[in-house]
Structures are given as C-alpha cells and as structure tokens.
C-alpha cells in the first residue's frame, strides 16, 4: 500500500513538473499604434485616418401587379445592388 502511495504521488509529481515545462504558444494580436511622445499640428492630421467598415446591406421589397419583387440596397452607400427579381 505505501510504496503504491509512493508511485501515485511519484507520477503526480513528474507529471506536475513536465506540464510546467511544456512551452505554450499564445499570442494576440494588438492593433495599438505607438504614437510619438510629441505631436505637432501637422502630424494630428495623420491621426484622423478613417477606416473602412463593413457595408449594410439588406432586402427592399415592391409588389406590382400582385407580384412581389426583391432588390439588395446597400444603406451605408445608400445605393441598389443588381437589379428587381421576383420573389
């Protein structure tokens, strides 16, 4: 009984200390811009810098005639995408 005490532990221990040993890969990604200490006026400009966004694009919906049609608008362009199909 003692020296299977002394192997569970034993292989607790060994098991304990390889997992502590094990490198682990982690790493995210930062979208953090280092930003010089001073900025003048004219380099504040750089800062303003738009970035594009995912476009909204969604269903208009018509019915002529008793038929209903679909045609995608694009509501961050505020444009039509293709052209009136059935539904």
């Known amino acids: ?3 299977k005490s002394k192997k569970i532990m ?4 060994v098991l304990t200390v390889s997992t502590l040993m094990l490198p682990v890969d982690a790493s995210a990604q930062s979208q953090e811009v280092a ?5 003048t ?3 504040n400009s750089l800062l303003d ?3 594009p ?9 018509k019915s002529e005639n008793g ?10 362009r505020e444009k039509w995408i ?3 199909e059935l539904c």
């Open 35 to 39: 930003l010089p200490i001073s900025i």
């Open 49 to 51: 810098i738009a970035y």
């Open 10 to 13: 034993l292989s607790l221990a």
């Open 67 to 76: 038929k209903m049609y679909r045609r995608q608008y694009n509501y961050s």
């Open 41 to 43: 006026s004219s380099q």
């Open 53 to 61: 966004r995912a476009n909204i694009i969604g269903w208009r919906y």
């Open 1 to 3: 009984m003692k020296e």
């Open 82 to 84: 293709g052209e009136w």
